[in-house]
């Protein structure tokens, strides 16, 4: 059993100073790679973060931002809800549950944000618009750069009205996407003329201005003409088809043209434009590039180096199934292709779960794996995500391991030892530290009850091993302790897959009195109820800390949570002082104590707050990743 800070000697005390100042020392040391870049280079240093489970590239780009390094986050073809930085840092009014019935789908729009805005370097949605917009804001095309973010945004919002989550418009949506939203908008009707003037002139006199468009339009149509045979030929096809489209609009005039053929214009003209700008990425250089661009293989020794690699796919003892077989070798040569164009800007790439793959197969070496509950199960299935996984792993110049649980599989996996990064999880105790200093007024009562809440998914019986939660171990320990003594009560939020079972497993065991249901929240929301009660019980089922974990200890508060002592010791450096219990027995009696001591005398939570401080700092997580950073970049700047 740990010992509470609160109650160590002074030798334990001093020992603690001393363990603190290393760190610190050596988070000093570390971080002056971003000043010493920033000198000698005459820039910040860049990163590309791509993948965002969890918000995990999110956090971790918003604290290196603070830090100095200019780092941008690439989240395609993904809209999770905890995927998303309106998640994290949205200043969502109250009850906004009602943020869609799809996770996967969460509509932002059916709340207020409170004037809080996207920040411009996270970028989300499908993954060619992803890349467009990124290429046009390192490029510094600020015009193509903000339509293409209104593109983003409106596929976002399609995306989240589509399916189940179909409804009338919701008062929040900014005019400039209620304007694009009509079917036939002015504005596309002044498109639509605008190609039209531009590939087949006017026959009547026109005005100054509309000749001055004429004049443009009619140069991007020649621009487009004459570049003869290098034309692809889905771009000349569609060029084709929307002269056609043009001449019917054109003899109809836009009064008497249909609503469909103005809707099949503007779709052709899209697509023409589509497929132009994709040839013309691939023709014009990036601008200002990183050290990536130094780092990249030449295409004749990356062409060698995909086909050693692929040689080794190919020999691989895994009995892959038969989907994965089939697109095994399409998937790995051509999903990293189109993402080519944008990664010689940065000097580092950071993929994380299996998205270290796109910079590998591009010949980056600069590239880091990150580890988010990845290397649990995934690199030992035998489909085409375990490959993968396992061979971008394997084959990274760098690894983060953010939890400790993983670590067998680190060794399973045989990753060099030189190459693995113990990584805090993505994690601002900043902001956290901030919240609880403006609200001191946020305690636990003193009379009454004690309050355990559990924020925690409800997925206890089904499914993936690292998604599950163990919400059947508290109900249990809460009916053990319930037969001494009922002065307590359970608050549970109403979210997860087998919320059903875990209300019949309530019922069943006679604790329905003492259990409180609340809807969904958002960030700002759980904090408070974190602060309002006297423990926080997160999981059961992975002995690794986990972002409920984190932000509990942070915030001053007792954590009931399952951890392997020995391994939690090894990663941080540290074993936290939480309550740790991993069954039924053991959180029987992580309750009683705190029933027991409902005021925290014994500055458990305190001392949680202590060890974040020290352990898992926002300061301490940007060092861990520019050590790794360092050795990425010896003799490229």
């Excluded at 339509?147 to 418009?169: F, H, Y």
């Excluded at 010949?363 to 490959?387: Q, W």
Aim: charged share 25%.
């Amino acid at each position: 059993m740990s010992i509470p800070y609160a109650e160590i000697g002074p030798e334990s005390h001093l020992n603690q100073i001393d363990s603190t100042r290393a760190i610190e020392a050596e988070n000093a040391g570390a971080l002056r790679l971003i000043d010493d870049f920033q000198r000698r280079m005459g820039r910040p240093l860049r990163v590309l973060h791509i993948g965002n489970i969890a918000n995990n590239a999110y956090n971790n780009a918003r604290i290196q931002r603070k830090c100095g390094i200019e780092a941008d986050v690439l989240c395609y073809n993904y809209y999770h809800i905890m995927g998303c930085p309106e998640w994290e840092d949205g200043a969502l009014e109250e009850g906004s549950s009602a943020l869609g019935k799809d996770p996967f789908k969460p509509d932002w729009w059916a709340t207020s944000l409170k004037g809080w805005k996207r920040p411009r370097w996270f970028v989300q949605g499908p993954s060619a618009l992803c890349i467009q917009y990124l290429f046009a804001r390192n490029a510094g095309w600020r015009t193509t750069a903000y339509l293409k973010w209104l593109e983003l945004e409106l596929a976002a919002l399609q995306d989240a009205r589509s399916g189940e989550n179909v409804g009338p418009p919701a008062k929040n949506v900014p005019r400039r996407l209620n304007f694009l939203l009509r079917p036939v908008s002015l504005y596309r009707i002044w498109l639509g003329t605008f190609v039209a003037n531009g590939l087949i002139g006017r026959e009547c006199q026109a005005s100054r201005f509309e000749a001055w468009l004429d004049r443009i339009s009619a140069a991007a149509w020649l621009v487009i003409a004459r570049r003869g045979p290098e034309a692809d030929v889905e771009a000349r096809a569609a060029l084709s088809t929307l002269r056609e489209d043009v001449r019917q609009l054109r003899a109809r005039g836009m009064q008497e043209a249909s609503s469909s053929l103005v809707r099949s214009l503007i779709h052709r003209f899209l697509t023409l434009v589509a497929l132009l700008e994709q040839a013309t990425l691939k023709r014009i250089p990036v601008s200002k590039p990183g050290c990536v661009a130094r780092s990249m293989s030449e295409p004749v020794t990356r062409a060698k180096e995909i086909e050693t690699l692929l040689d080794e796919i190919r020999k691989d003892p895994a009995e892959l199934d038969g989907q994965s077989l089939r697109y095994r070798e399409e998937y790995v040569t051509e999903h990293p292709r189109a993402f080519e164009v944008i990664l010689p800007h940065y000097d580092i790439i950071q993929g994380y779960a299996i998205d270290g793959l796109i910079p590998m197969i591009n010949g980056v070496k600069n590239f880091c794996c990150y580890e988010h509950g990845t290397l649990r199960e995934i690199p030992f299935e035998n489909n085409l995500t375990g490959l993968i996984c396992r061979f971008s792993f394997q084959r990274a110049p760098a690894v983060f391991v953010t939890n400790s649980d993983v670590l067998p599989s680190v060794e399973r996996l045989g990753l060099k030892k030189d190459r693995v990064f113990y990584l805090p999880h993505a994690f601002d105790n900043q902001k956290l530290q901030a919240f609880r200093e403006a609200h001191p007024e946020l305690n636990p009562p003193t009379g009454g009850p004690v309050i355990f809440f559990s924020p925690s998914r409800h997925h206890w019986k089904r499914g993936n091993s690292s998604w599950l939660k163990g919400n059947d171990v508290i109900i249990r320990a809460a009916a053990e302790v319930a037969r001494e003594a009922g002065n307590f009560r359970l608050v549970f939020v109403e979210w997860g897959q087998e919320v059903a079972d875990s209300k019949n497993l309530i019922e069943e065991l006679g604790l329905s009195e003492l259990v409180e249901w609340t809807p969904t929240m958002s960030k700002g929301e759980l904090w408070q109820r974190y602060c309002g009660s006297h423990a926080v019980v997160d999981q059961f089922n992975v002995p690794a800390l986990g972002g409920v974990g984190f932000e509990t200890m942070a915030l001053g508060v007792r954590l009931i949570s399952a951890i392997d002592k020995q391994q939690t010791a090894l990663f941080f450096g540290e074993e936290p002082p939480l309550l740790a219990a991993s069954n039924v027995a053991e959180c029987a009696a992580r309750m009683r104590e705190v029933i027991q001591d409902p005021l925290d005398t014994r500055g458990r939570g305190q001392a949680a707050s202590q060890w974040m401080s020290t352990f898992h700092s926002a300061e301490r997580i940007v060092a861990l990743q520019c050590k790794a950073y360092s050795n990425l970049l010896v003799g490229q700047w």
